[in-house]
């Protein structure tokens, strides 16, 4: 069974920074690329980030494109998400995704429960 | 950037079809999927490349994309098909989700 558990989200002051991730089981993690979602609270769905199974190729959006960082271990089948300089519009549920290629450039077919990111003073 | 825009609701009565539609600049040329999200719950996938079916997805939704339009089609809608859909496609490597649109089965 695939599971993704992602972790490392909570209350952080504007201007700083989180690093969130998420552990993968139930399939070869290093087959798939990988991605990150957010939703902010009653609002729709926003791609964040993706990365190809090898890290070589990864993908922003515009909205955090120089501030965050996606990463993976594969080693560790392990997916990670550095934030910096957080806004209060990076509030949100960060939902891990795996995507059904080797590059992110398909369809998302398991999600993780999310973990919440909340940026305030 | 590019954009996906959906209706913000459609409204079905038990057994009727659903229809929602996805738009955005020469979405035919691009692959969409679809994803369902009831409430409190991750999203599901049921719906890519444009018109196929992941296992464990019911018959009753279809799929299709032409032109600039995307759409989800729920035939025979039951009342546990009420949930928020999103239409999603990929532009220059950068995944870009539609606005959303609430189907409430009334």
């Known amino acids: 069974e695939v599971q993704l558990v992602e972790s490392g989200g909570g209350l952080v002051q504007p201007g700083r920074s989180l690093r969130l991730s998420c552990t993968a089981s139930?399939?070869?993690?290093?087959?798939?690329?990988m991605h990150w979602v957010r939703q902010a609270p009653g609002k729709g769905l926003e791609w964040v980030s993706g990365i190809s199974w090898n890290s070589a190729s990864v993908a922003y959006a515009d909205s955090v494109q120089g501030r965050f960082t996606i990463s993976r271990d594969n080693a560790k089948n392990s997916l990670y998400l550095q934030m910096n300089s957080l806004r209060a519009d990076d509030t949100a549920l960060y939902y891990c995704g795996k995507d059904t290629g080797l590059v992110p450039a398909a369809p998302i077919d398991y999600w993780g429960q999310g973990t919440l990111v909340t940026v305030s003073s | 950037s590019y954009e996906l825009t959906q209706p913000p609701s459609v409204s079905v009565s038990p057994g009727q079809t659903a229809t929602i539609s996805c738009s955005g600049d020469k979405l035919g040329n691009k692959y969409a999927c679809w994803y369902q999200q009831k409430p409190g719950q991750s999203p599901v996938l049921v719906i890519y490349?444009?018109?196929k079916r992941p296992s464990g997805i019911p018959e009753r939704f279809s799929g299709s994309n032409s032109g600039t339009t995307a759409t989800l089609t729920i035939s025979g809608t039951q009342a546990m098909d009420e949930a928020d859909y999103y239409c999603q496609a990929w532009d220059s490597s950068t995944g870009v989700f539609g606005t959303g649109t609430r189907v409430t089965v009334l």
């Open positions: 139930g399939f070869t993690f290093d087959d798939y690329a």
């Open positions: 490349q444009d018109t």
